[in-house]
């Protein structure tokens, strides 16, 4: 399936270790595949600079925040530093976002009440600083709809992979939901349909790169024991994820990409004069 539009890639970490050696040649692969834009949400307080760099080095975005699985080895004093960051940068139009953000029940060995302080402060930081959120979402719907309730902020909930109940909650919330690689499993039914089923406009699409490869890039356990290596996910993979997900909702690539676009702008309002720009 062909597709002349262009995509926002909602979830991007070009600042990973994976990429460290050739970023530069991965973001160029994904523009030539049609991802005009990425959005590189920091995980914790010390690549606030390097996401910012690369954002701007390739013209994308970015948020900053204290991912739940960094919360171990996070000071409390990391909160102080992501409030004097976002003000610090308040005029950077590049800075669209508080992420990423939230919460993780499926990691085990993780204090739960200590990831819901990191969460509770960091949305009333996004409060603060007038931004939305861009949260994990992994085993922990119901909480992080919780503490939304009592903070309110919008934004995007990433690789969201819940029930329809808890999709109609975000949406009704004035959250969109990323839908990406996972969504390619033929045994992914929940969140197949899903991302079939839920309203156009409540959904973006993303990569999470290079983490939640395609099921293209995928290799077993047993494959990787014989040698073969596993596929490294990149924001090039995008339009071939969201070819899949509008097969599966039986509209074309152009359109899902057209929507999903102005779906993120909806949700990270400071994209727009920068996506208007290009």
């Not at 970023?23 to 920091?42: E, F, L, Y």
């Not at 900053?64 to 940068?89: F, K, V, W």
């Not at 709809?145 to 999709?167: D, E």
């Not at 949406?171 to 309203?199: C, I």
Request: proline fraction near 6%.
């Amino acid at each position: 399936m062909t597709c002349s539009a262009a995509w926002i890639d909602t979830h991007c970490h070009l600042d990973a270790p994976e990429f460290a050696a050739d970023s530069a040649a991965v973001r160029a692969r994904a523009r030539a595949a049609g991802v005009m834009h990425c959005i590189i949400p920091a995980v914790e307080a010390g690549n606030f600079d390097a996401v910012a760099r690369l954002a701007h080095q390739h013209g994308d975005s970015y948020a900053l925040g204290i991912h739940p699985l960094a919360t171990p080895r996070a000071a409390l004093e990391d909160l102080q530093l992501l409030d004097r960051a976002l003000a610090a940068r308040r005029d950077d139009p590049r800075l669209v976002a508080v992420g990423e953000i939230g919460l993780d029940y499926f990691v085990p060995g993780l204090d739960a009440e200590r990831q819901e302080l990191f969460y509770r402060e960091q949305l009333a930081i996004a409060r603060r600083h007038g931004l939305p959120v861009i949260l994990h979402v992994r085993r922990s719907a119901d909480r992080l709809l919780k503490h939304l309730r009592a903070l309110p902020v919008g934004g995007i909930a990433h690789a969201f992979n819940g029930s329809l109940q808890q999709a109609r909650e975000f949406l009704r919330l004035g959250f969109r939901l990323g839908f990406g690689g996972a969504s390619t499993y033929d045994r992914a039914l929940q969140l197949r349909r899903l991302a079939a089923e839920l309203p156009l406009e409540g959904i973006v699409v993303e990569t999470d790169a290079p983490d939640i490869p395609p099921h293209w890039l995928y290799r077993t356990a047993e494959q990787r024991a014989g040698g073969t290596p596993q596929g490294r996910n990149e924001p090039a993979e995008l339009p071939r994820i969201g070819a899949g997900i509008a097969q599966l909702r039986g509209i074309g690539a152009d359109e899902l990409a057209r929507a999903t676009t102005a779906n993120a702008l909806a949700a990270l309002p400071r994209l727009r004069p920068i996506i208007g720009a290009l």
